[in-house]
């Protein structure tokens, strides 16, 4: 019975004209779930984080006795490295902003050859490492958390790539519509944060 | 009741056929069904293993099966009902009932809706097809030690197959979120949001927040498990305590995941048949808010006895009784909702308000176990069985229940049967009773949880519990009947049948494709009832509201 009020002359008329200026109207959510999605990636790591602090805390000694030490030269290189890729790719971004696509590739290029840079000395460090996976907890705690982490860094590094070849289409992006340019960068700051805590946590505690 | 302008527009719409729903569809209408059916089935496999479950324990000895089989079946049987029938079944009813309800066309992210419902069928299956290399048999909280010792294939199947179905969890919480903050249509603000959005914005946050921390849970179990790690083996110095903490920091909160939509069908259902406001609307949608916050730092709760140091069993229990509050405000809502209404006693209420009275019992029980002395004396024995049951199907199962036969008309545009919703009801509120009920005596006698042998003095008492579990299993059938028969051959319901004030009644039944023919109007708040039809279009709301309180008064 509430549907007997419409008037049906109204209605057509709604479904076909209104209806169309609607679709433009609803505004760009995907930054936001990318932002949501981003709290979830953050609760992972943050669990992580949690249980190597309760190790840390609970165990008599800790890493546990007999640990070799970790060489902090390489390692610090690279977070060097990592951090202002941030910075480089932002150029990227404030590139796009003015509808230069040429700019963006070269900041996105070289981000992405920066990141490339971390996860090789990430491998070489491993390859140098005197100790495995299962040698003790803190090993393990070790392997997974910079693995993890350089799995998120590998994700990120195939964004980039693909936002580099999607900007060789012609008005891919412009200075309007760059979500993939966006979207990419935020995630390579959130990587390059979750580093930060990283290295602080397992190489410097 | 349809209008030519209804039945015109919705012939020159698409129409849906079946076989969309065997599809990857984008419409939300579609995936909550999808979503609703899925989980339905599993129900019905997780029922099937809970009646195999009290079969063995009819009797004292090991006869009906063998004891590895009987864990496999109670884990089995605890990780489907929880991870493939509860959290989905929430899932799939707000999937179809938030756009309808804030007057939006879709989702905010149609596609990534269809990923999260269709990674759920392969992780059920996965999940059934662990008994082909012997289930899982360390309990749905797979505990190390105890879950890197009994079969790594069985564990290591149940592992992914969760890292699978929480996945499609944290994916659907992304799109309830956005939905809900930002597809509300123009007019309508936080607080004409109906109770169910609000439930959902919570359960979402939730999902989102806890989720995660399982994930890194059972990552690192995996690898304890694969490669022989010992992030939490004793053995090779690790700490089995981190990942209680790890799985109940997502555990606790899951089961307000699982109830919490739940409580915001209730909310919605017994203003609509009583006839009457909702008692407190701002306490209800704040109360869900507090139970999302306060869920988050409960968990703890569930290892009173694992070693957990005196002070932080303190502000556990602190906090753990201090949820009982907001829950309780939602309880007292309900029962002022009702209170003096012009009751419809039909199938949707009695559901409605068996799930008030069951989740009372459940909440009361959750109460004493947070005291610590108390929790110490019970903790692992059948008094938790009792209690999870009293809230998890007392609860959830029921307002879902509730739920189907409310919105069944608008899914389907025909009316459940109210003769057949009625058996189903007493069957299932008896068999309810029967089983869980002397499960609380069971406990405070000391029977265990989780073994196929027990002292043969408890015998009396389990078995009116497995016969109360055989009235529950032949309850789904008079359901099943319904379903079927209502879907075929049910009486026709109008866009409105209980003439209820919340936007997803004002389009036809079912929905057309894109939800609204004509934009929906915001005419009064969502539960401003007394106003059963929106009459004359001259008279304005606010007459309209008055007769009602004369009406009422
Ligand atoms: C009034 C609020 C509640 C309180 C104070 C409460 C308290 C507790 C406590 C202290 C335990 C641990 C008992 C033990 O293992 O020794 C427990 C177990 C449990 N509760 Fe609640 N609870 C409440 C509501 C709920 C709700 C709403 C649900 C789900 C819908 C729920 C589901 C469970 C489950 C599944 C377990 C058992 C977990 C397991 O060990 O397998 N509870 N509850
Ligand atoms: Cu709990």
Redesign the interface.
């Given at each position: 019975?509430?549907?007997?009020?419409?008037?049906?002359s109204?209605?057509?008329n709604?479904?076909q004209t209104?209806?169309a200026a609607?679709e433009e109207e609803?505004?760009d959510?995907?930054m936001?779930?990318v932002v949501?999605?981003l709290?979830?990636?953050?609760?992972?790591?943050?669990?992580?984080f949690?249980?190597y602090l309760?190790?840390a805390s609970?165990?008599p000694q800790w890493p546990?006795e007999g640990t070799p030490k970790l060489e902090l030269l390489l390692p610090g290189v690279n977070s060097i490295i990592l951090i202002s890729s941030s910075f480089v790719m932002h150029r990227g971004q404030s590139a796009i902003k003015k509808n230069d696509v040429s700019g963006l590739q070269f900041w996105f290029g070289l981000t992405a050859l920066m990141g490339a840079i971390f996860l090789g000395g990430q491998l070489y460090e491993y390859a140098n490492l005197e100790f495995g996976?299962?040698t003790?907890?803190f090993t393990?705690?070790f392997y997974?958390l910079t693995g993890?982490h350089g799995l998120h860094v590998t994700v990120g590094l195939l964004l980039i790539l693909f936002v580099l070849q999607r900007s060789t289409r012609q008005g891919h992006y412009t200075s309007e519509k760059h979500f993939g340019v966006e979207a990419s960068e935020l995630y390579w700051h959130f990587v390059d944060v979750v580093w930060v805590i990283l290295f602080g946590l397992v190489y410097l505690l | 009741m349809t209008t030519s302008a209804e039945t015109s527009l919705s012939e020159q719409e698409e129409k849906r056929t079946w076989t969309d729903y065997f599809t990857f569809n984008t419409d939300h209408k579609v995936i909550g069904i999808q979503y609703l059916v899925t989980s339905f089935i599993f129900y019905l496999i997780g029922g099937a293993l809970a009646a195999g479950i009290r079969t063995e324990l009819a009797t004292p000895e090991s006869d009906f099966v063998s004891p590895e089989l009987y864990n496999q079946m109670f884990t089995v049987h605890g990780t489907v009902m929880i991870f493939l029938w509860i959290v989905p079944a929430g899932a799939g009813l707000a999937n179809y009932l938030i756009p309808l309800m804030i007057g939006a066309k879709d989702m905010a992210f149609p596609r990534l809706n269809a990923v999260a419902f269709w990674m759920i069928p392969p992780g059920g299956l996965l999940l059934m097809a662990s008994f082909f290399v012997g289930a899982p048999q360390a309990g749905w909280t797979s505990y190390p030690p105890l879950s890197l010792m009994t079969g790594k294939a069985g564990e290591e199947i149940w592992i992914l197959s969760i890292l699978i179905l929480g996945t499609s969890s944290i994916l659907g919480a992304i799109n309830f979120l956005a939905t809900i903050l930002k597809m509300r249509m123009p007019e309508m603000g936080f607080f004409d949001l109906p109770l169910f959005c609000w439930s959902m914005l919570a359960t979402a946050a939730m999902i989102l927040i806890s989720t995660p921390v399982l994930a890194a849970a059972l990552i690192m179990l995996s690898f304890d498990l694969i490669v022989d790690t010992s992030f939490f083996d004793p053995t090779g110095g690790g700490d089995p305590i981190v990942y209680q903490h790890m799985f109940w920091f997502y555990s606790h909160p899951a089961v307000y995941i699982m109830i919490l939509p739940f409580f915001g069908a209730i909310s919605e259902i017994l203003p609509v048949h009583a006839r009457k406001p909702i008692f407190g609307y701002r306490a209800i949608a704040f109360s869900s808010l507090a139970i999302s916050f306060l869920g988050l730092i409960v968990w703890a709760h569930h290892m009173f006895s694992s070693g957990t140091p005196g002070w932080l069993r303190m502000f556990f229990m602190a906090t753990t009784m201090i949820i009982a509050v907001p829950t309780g405000i939602k309880v007292f809502g309900w029962c002022a909702t009702i209170w003096g209404g012009k009751i419809r006693l039909n199938s949707a209420m009695l559901f409605g308000m068996g799930f008030v009275s069951a989740f009372l019992i459940g909440g009361l029980s959750g109460v004493m176990l947070a005291s610590v002395p108390f929790d110490i004396h019970v903790h692992d024995s059948y008094f938790i069985v009792a209690h999870l049951h009293y809230v998890l199907f007392g609860g959830s199962v029921l307002g879902l229940f509730a739920a189907i036969y409310h919105w069944f008309p608008k899914m389907t545009g025909k009316y459940l049967n109210e003769t057949w919703g009625r058996i189903h009801f007493v069957l299932t509120f008896i068999g309810l009773n029967l089983t869980f009920l002397p499960m609380h005596q069971l406990g405070l006698e000391g029977m265990n949880r989780r073994i196929a042998i027990y002292d043969a003095e408890f015998q009396t008492l389990n078995i009116i519990c497995t016969i109360g579990s055989y009235i529950l299993a032949v309850s789904t059938f008079p359901f099943l009947i319904n379903l079927v028969w209502s879907v075929l051959k049910g009486k026709k319901a109008g866009a409105n049948p209980w003439k209820a004030l919340t936007l997803e009644w004002q389009t036809a039944s079912p929905p057309l494709i894109e939800n609204f023919e004509e934009e929906p109007v915001l005419w009064s708040g969502p539960y401003d009832y007394g106003v059963d039809v929106s009459e004359e279009n001259d008279q304005s709301v606010q007459e309209l509201l008055s007769d009602v309180k004369a009406d009422m008064s």
């Open positions: 019975m509430q549907g007997s009020t419409v008037d049906e109204q209605t057509l709604y479904s209104e209806a609607q609803h505004p959510l995907r936001f779930g949501l999605f709290v979830a990636e953050s609760m992972i790591f943050l669990g992580l949690s249980a309760i190790y609970v165990m546990p996976l299962t003790n907890l393990s705690c997974v993890f | -």
